[in-house]
């Protein structure tokens, strides 16, 4: 898997789209009661969500690095696996719903729909792909169970 962008990397590209398009767009702009709530519950969930995934797949002694799929030493399935094939990526699709939240422009869940697209084909996909073919049919049927995204 031949990848040119970190995730780490296109979540901030994705989040400066979203500050440009609060400032240059004129209209779309939203605030409502609860509002900073809002922000909190989704920045408390996807660091939650973050690090759990994180500490299972330390707990399991596998690769962390997106950049480098193959080497996986481990299948992980269990926790938050058994509900989310990617929850570090959905982990980072709710840090950008709370910043075009705190932004406040209801036009920047197109740009959080986007990094969706994005990283399902130049990230997700690949990394399926170089799962595959390492674990093969228990990777297949762990697809077969588990969403995607959530």
Excluded: H
């Excluded at 898997?1 to 767009?25: D, Q, T």
């Excluded at 709370?98 to 869940?109: D, K, P, R, T």
Aim: hydrophobic share 55%.
């Amino acid at each position: 898997m031949i990848l040119k962008v970190p995730p780490v990397f296109v979540l901030l590209i994705f989040g400066g789209f979203m500050f440009v398009l609060s400032k240059v767009l004129p209209f779309g702009y939203f605030d409502f009661f609860g509002r900073r709530y809002m922000i909190t519950a989704l920045l408390f969930i996807a660091l939650m969500i973050g690090l759990v995934a994180l500490f299972q797949f330390f707990k399991l002694k596998t690769t962390v690095d997106p950049m480098a799929p193959a080497k996986a030493s481990q299948l992980v399935t269990s926790g938050l696996y058994q509900y989310s094939r990617n929850p570090m990526y959905l982990a980072m699709l709710l840090i950008l719903l709370a910043w075009g939240i705190w932004l406040g422009n209801a036009f920047n869940v197109l740009i959080a729909a986007g990094f969706v697209g994005y990283m399902n084909k130049f990230q997700i996909i690949p990394e399926e792909e170089a799962l595959l073919e390492l674990f093969g049919k228990s990777y297949k049927q762990y697809c077969t169970l588990v969403r995607r995204w959530f």
